[in-house]
C-alpha cells in the first residue's frame, strides 16, 4: 500500500544520483531535485523527521568518456563536477543533509563489495561466459554506454548497450541493431569475455507481488514495472570491463569492476552511513534503513524506473537487511521548445544560466508550476516571465502588499483588534483550513503543482475579500469593523506565506517575518494551526516591501 506522511516515525527521502560529468540543466532540477527538497520541506513542516540523502555518481562509462575528452583522469572530473552540482543546488535553495559522491564516500566501496559479496554468497549470483562488443580500432571490450545502435525493443536510434532512454527497457549490449563504438564510430565484433549476473529470476515472484500491493502508486511507474516483471526477468550482468569502479571481490574478476548500475544506489545507504559518522553517531543511520516505522522515498526521472522499482528492491530484497521503498515517485521529462533538454546537443536552460538573470524562488516557482509529474513539460521563457508575474507578483505579492501596508499605515503598524468576533474572520478561518488540507493532502500525493496551486488560490481569495471589504471606504465610515476585516485578511496572508515555504523558502520566509515571528518561516505548530484565529491584537508588523516585483523577459 501506498504509506502516507504521519504513519511513519521518520522518511528517508532521496533524490538520484547525478552522473559526476555535467552540470545540471533545468530539466534535472524539474524532474528530481527541486521535488525531492520541497517534499522533504514539506515533511518536516508536519513536524516529520526527514532525511533528504544525495551524492553524485562518480563510477561507470559516462565518466570515463569524459575524463578522456578532458584529458585529465575519472578523480578529476567527479571532483570538479561534484564541485558544480553543489553550487548549483546551493543557488536554488536546495538543500541536502548530506552530498557526498560514490568515489569519495569511506563507507560506500566497502559496503558496495559485501552487496556483492553476500548476495553471490546466497547463490543469486552466477559467472557466464558472454559475448560482449570489442573494438579492435580502440583495442579494448566496450561497456555499455561505449556502444551505440537501434533499441532491440521499439527500433529507437542512439539506444545505449544496456538502455534506451525512448522507451525505458534494458537488454544485453549485443542485442543492438547496427552497434557502432561511440569513441571512434567503427563497428565492433563480438568476443567471448567472463562477467557475473545477478539472478534476477529468482525474485520475480516476490517483485511481483511487492509491485501489486503498491496500490497509490504513479501508474508510470507501478505499471512499468509490473510489465517488466511479468515480461520475464532475465540475469543482470552486473560487472563490466573497466578499471574506473568499485572491484568485483572475487580473485578470479580480476581486472572488472561493478557496474555503475548495482553500485549506485548502494550510494543512498553508503551516504547515511557518512551522514551518521559526520553526527557523531555511527549507528544514526541504521533507523533510516532499517526500522520497520520508516518510508523511504526515492524521487528520480522516468528513465530510471527499472533500476529503482525492479533491480534495486530486488538487491535489497537479496541481501535482506534493508526496509524496501515505500514509494518511487518517478517524473517525467521536461522539455525546451518541445524537444528534450540534451547537454550534446545544447537544448536547454542550465541552472547557472538562469540563476544569473533571476532569482532562486522565481525559478523554483516556476519550475513547480509546471512540475512534469503526468506528462512531459515544456519550458518557455515567455511563459516563465508570465506566470511569475500574474500569479507570484500580481496574486501573491499584491495581496501582501495592500493588507500590510494599509494595515501598517491606518492601524498603528500592529494587528487591529477584534478580529476573532468579525464577520470576515469566521467566513476566512473555515477557508483557510480547508485549503491548509488541500495543500497537505496534495503534497502527501506528491502533487507539487496541485499544491502549489492550493496556495496562490487562497491569495486570490484574499484578493477578493480586501476588494469587498473596501478598507479604503470603511475606515473612515466604521474603523473598528475595518480593524476587524483587517485582522483577518492578516490571517489568511500569513497562511499563504506558511504554504509558499516548501516552494520558495527565502520568500515566503520574508513575508512571514512581516507578522514579527523572525525570517525562519513557520514551524510544525503554526503550519498546524493555519486556518484559527493566531495572530494577538497589538503584534507589531514589520511590512516587507515588494517582495516579488515584475520580471521582464531577458535579452538573448
Known sequence: MSEAPGSHARTLVTAALPYANYKPHLGHVAGVYLPADIYT??????????LLVCGSDDHGVPITISAQAEEVTPEEITAKYRAVQREVFDGLGIEFDVYSGTSISPPHRELAQEFFTRIHERGDIEAKDTEQFFCGSCDRFLPDRYVEGTCPRCGSEGAR???CDACGNGFEQTELGAPRCATCGSAPE???????FFRLDHYEEQ???WLEGREGWRENVRNFALGVVKGGLPGRSIT???????PVPLEEAAGKVLYVWFDAPIGYLSFTREWAEAQGDPEAWRPYWQAPDTRIVHFLGKDNIIFHAVIWPAMLMAHGEYQLPAEIPANEYLNFAGEKFSKSRGVGVWVDEILALYPADRVRYYLAAIAPEGKDANFSWEEFV???????????GNLGHRVLTFTGKYYDGAVPPGGAGGELMTELLPTIAEHRDRWRSALGRYRLREALGVAVDLARVGNRAFDAAEPWKRRKEDP???GRDLAALLELVRAVAGLLSPFIPESAARLWAAFGEGGA??????IAGLGRDTLEAGTPLAPPGIIFPRLELAEE
Open 190 to 196: 563480438a568476443r567471448t569475455t567472463r562477467h557475473w
Open 240 to 246: 563490466r570491463d573497466l578499471t574506473w569502479g568499485v
Open 207 to 209: 517483485l511481483r507481488e
Open 480 to 482: 473598528e469593523r475595518c
Open 521 to 526: 518561516g513557520p514551524t510544525p505548530g503554526e
Open 41 to 50: 520541506r514539506y515533511l518536516r513542516l508536519l513536524g516529520e523527521d526527514a
Open 161 to 163: 548497450g544496456d538502455q
Open 386 to 396: 508570465q506566470r511569475n508575474n500574474d500569479e507570484l507578483s500580481d496574486v501573491v
